[in-house]
């Protein structure tokens, strides 16, 4: 009798334990990929992500558009770059005149002597790519008519470019507004010229870069954007019809006991 009452209990064990393996895993605390007795866990510690994204390392990512983790969790994107469908590609500005011309960065058509003006069109071995053009040598944007204190603003009529304004000729002898400096000369060859003032990727200097989220505006990197009439000036979006310190130009300062700004000019208070 009571050999049968062992046996009956041995039974009742081995029902139990094959039950456990039958009904899969009821543990909440453990961290496996896949249950290693029967079934997947409905949810493992550390490793289940919303709907559209992946698990890699330390915390979840969506693999179309990560920084870090680019279609695959082993892929990051470069700092000019930003992922797209799973891919990185190059961020190149809407405006500025910059495109991808399958670089390791974007290529600005107004200073590139590879893709001056387009991609692909190299300038010769003694040119440079001022403004979008092959020259001897960079634009003066001072008194180029053709781009008159920027690339791309051309003085129309009887005007002429005066220390990067247009104006009716003939020039003042001294200049109303703050002069604007050359191009400079940046680039591997030294056959890129760079208006350093709104120039992304030569931002004042020619070793400045501005980030993906910012701007160059007056030579310095911003995270503002200017809207309506509004230019960058020391860093920040300003009126120049209307700024005394940056009245027509930035760093223009009309004289704060005699004058007032208006339009643009600093004029008798």
């Known amino acids: 009798m009571r050999n049968r009452k062992w046996v009956a209990l041995g039974l009742l064990v081995a029902c139990a334990c094959w039950g456990g393996f039958a009904c899969g895993d009821d543990s909440t605390g453990d961290d496996d990929a896949r249950d290693v007795r029967d079934v ?6 550390g490793s289940s992500c ?11 990512f ?9 279609g695959t969790c082993e892929i990051a994107c470069a700092a000019t770059e930003l992922c797209r469908s799973g891919e990185c590609v190059l961020d190149c500005p809407a405006t500025g005149g910059y495109a991808d011309c399958g670089g390791t960065q974007c290529a600005s058509l107004n200073s590139d002597p590879a ?10 071995a003694t040119e440079v790519c001022s403004c979008g053009v092959c020259a001897p040598a960079c634009d003066d944007l001072n008194t180029s008519t053709a781009n ?25 002898t001294t200049c109303p507004m703050v002069p604007i400096d050359d191009q400079l000369e940046c680039g591997a060859d030294s056959r890129a010229c760079v208006d350093a003032r709104g120039d992304l990727f030569h931002c004042g200097t020619c070793e400045t870069a501005c980030t993906l989220t910012q701007r160059c505006g007056d030579g310095r990197c911003t995270i503002e954007s200017c809207l309506g009439s509004d230019v960058y000036c020391d860093g920040h ?20 006991d005699l004058e007032y700004c208006l339009e643009g000019e600093c004029r008798p208070a």
């Not at 919303?50 to 979840?60: H, V």
């Not at 893709?115 to 010769?124: E, I, L, M, P, R």
């Not at 979006?237 to 704060?256: A, M, W």
């Open 40 to 45: 997947r866990d409905v949810v493992d510690e």
């Open 62 to 70: 969506n693999l179309q558009s990560s920084q870090q983790h680019c």
């Open 237 to 256: 979006c300003t009126n120049l019809n209307t700024s005394p310190n940056n009245c027509g130009r930035c760093g223009n300062g009309c004289d704060p």
């Open 115 to 124: 893709n001056c003006d387009a991609c692909g069109h190299a300038c010769g």
């Open 148 to 172: 008159c204190g920027a690339c791309g603003t051309a003085c129309t009529g009887t005007m002429v470019c005066c220390c990067g304004a247009c104006a009716e000729p003939p020039c003042p």
């Open 50 to 60: 919303p709907t559209g994204q992946e698990w890699c390392d330390t915390a979840c």
